[in-house]
């Protein structure tokens, strides 16, 4: 069983930044790939990035605004956020899963976090 806690959503204005923080249980952490979804109110859960040991995957949206990273040291994914839009306004999600590749799909994801609300006003 794996455990998400995810950390690091506010209010912010356009333009702004933010880091998100995630913090997976276990002890296999450095062999899972790692996703963050975002879904905003009356819409689907969407997208944002995905990383591996292999390499990163992002939405058309974020590319070159949103870095995702990962620290296996400390069991710890992070979503740095740059120039942050209103649209970017959502409830962001970490998730995990076992095996390769950085799946954009989020049922092949089995573990989510709670989720942490960003807001971004104009």
């Known amino acids: 069983q794996v455990q998400l806690v995810e950390s690091g959503g506010g209010l912010v204005q356009a333009g702004d930044s933010l880091r998100l923080s995630c913090t997976a249980s276990?002890?296999?952490?450095?062999?899972?790939?790692m996703g963050w979804f975002r879904q905003a109110p009356g819409k689907e859960r969407d997208f944002v990035a995905a990383?591996?040991?292999?390499?990163?995957n992002y939405a058309d949206s974020v590319k070159g605004r949103f870095t995702i990273s990962r620290d296996n040291a400390k069991n710890t994914v992070y979503l740095q956020m740059n120039t942050l839009k209103p649209e970017d306004t959502a409830v962001y999600y970490c998730?995990?899963?076992?095996?390769?590749?950085?799946?954009?799909?989020?049922?092949?994801?089995?573990?989510w976090g709670q989720g942490t609300q960003v807001t971004v006003s104009s």
């Open positions: 990383i591996n040991w292999s390499g990163t």
């Open positions: 276990g002890r296999t952490f450095s062999s899972r790939r």
């Open positions: 998730a995990a899963a076992a095996g390769p590749g950085a799946s954009t799909v989020p049922a092949t994801y089995p573990y």
